[in-house]
């Protein structure tokens, strides 16, 4: 367990800068040109939504974090611990759907298939891209409003044996009152992420045909594209695992905040923002010849 006020502050600060560097790089990157052309692509749009989402993911993470360590009696009050947990319940949420369609989109994109859905999906998708991210946080946002006045804080102590020594912490959980916030949150993160999973999956069977064919067009710049784009989502994919578990956890109440397993799960989830931007940077070509250029 993390009990040093040191560790977790240097921690904190870690991946916050890891977090807010690489996603705001992604932010200024995209935004550059818009000041000329006024015009933004699907992906890049899905793109910079993420980033800008997950930048406040990782400052409200960080605010929590810092929050613990040096007031904890303040942060220790009812209201002051909601509000970090349903700003990050708000981004969190938004966070996944946003990666959901951006993976939704990639699929599509690099599907081949001349079915009427599929075209139309093709043709569809772009236009209603703006209402998509808008969707995505108004639902979270309606989340989380539920959670005002539903959750509440519920502590308990435990007492256990360390050196010969009887301990106790104080164990901190979120419960829902009557109309369940907690648990609707958990089912619409869920749709969220088997969507995203259902569509990864289909990006990898893409893959594998295209990998396929290139062994005939092995120059191919398309294809060249389209794996860096499968291979993004497919990272994506992984990290998006790993982040919604967390959350799936710590919604569920089984793992506790005072415990070694909630600290695993904050730190998995501190780390989704950095790891995101990392992902997309480099399946990026645009964001990855920028970064090439400044160090290279």
Not at 190 to 210: D, E, N
Not at 241 to 260: P, S
Request: charged residues 10%.
């Amino acid at each position: 367990m993390l009990t040093d006020t040191g560790e977790k502050i240097l921690f904190a600060s870690a991946f916050a800068f890891l977090g807010l560097l690489g996603n705001g790089y992604i932010v200024i990157v995209i935004l550059k040109p818009v000041a000329s052309t006024k015009t933004l692509s699907p992906r890049n749009k899905l793109i910079l939504s993420l980033s800008s989402i997950n930048i406040g993911l990782q400052l409200d993470l960080a605010a929590n974090d810092l929050f613990s360590s040096l007031w904890p009696d303040l942060y220790n009050e009812e209201i002051v611990m909601k509000i970090f947990y349903l700003v990050a319940m708000l981004l969190a949420s938004s966070s996944l759907w946003i990666s959901t369609w951006l993976s939704l989109y990639c699929t599509v994109k690099i599907t081949s298939s001349q079915h009427a859905f599929v075209t139309r999906m093709q043709s569809l998708m772009p236009k209603v891209m703006s209402w998509l991210v808008f969707g995505s946080v108004f639902l979270s946002a309606a989340e989380s409003a539920l959670g005002i006045e539903d959750i509440y804080l519920e502590q308990s102590n435990k007492t256990y044996t360390s050196d010969g020594r009887n301990m106790t912490i104080t164990l901190y959980k979120f419960q829902s009152k009557c109309s369940r916030s907690l648990w609707i949150h958990a089912a619409i993160s869920s749709i969220a992420f088997c969507l995203f999973f259902l569509s990864s999956l289909s990006i990898l069977g893409l893959l594998w045909r295209h990998m396929r064919k290139m062994a005939n067009a092995s120059g191919n710049t398309k294809m060249s594209k389209l794996f860096n784009a499968a291979r993004m989502v497919t990272s994506l994919l992984l990290a998006c695992v790993g982040f919604f578990v967390c959350q799936l956890l710590l919604v569920a109440q089984l793992v506790h905040k005072g415990t070694l397993e909630f600290t695993m799960c904050m730190i998995g989830i501190s780390m989704y923002p950095s790891a995101t931007a990392l992902i997309l940077i480099s399946g990026n070509q645009d964001l990855k010849q920028i970064l090439a250029k400044l160090f290279f």
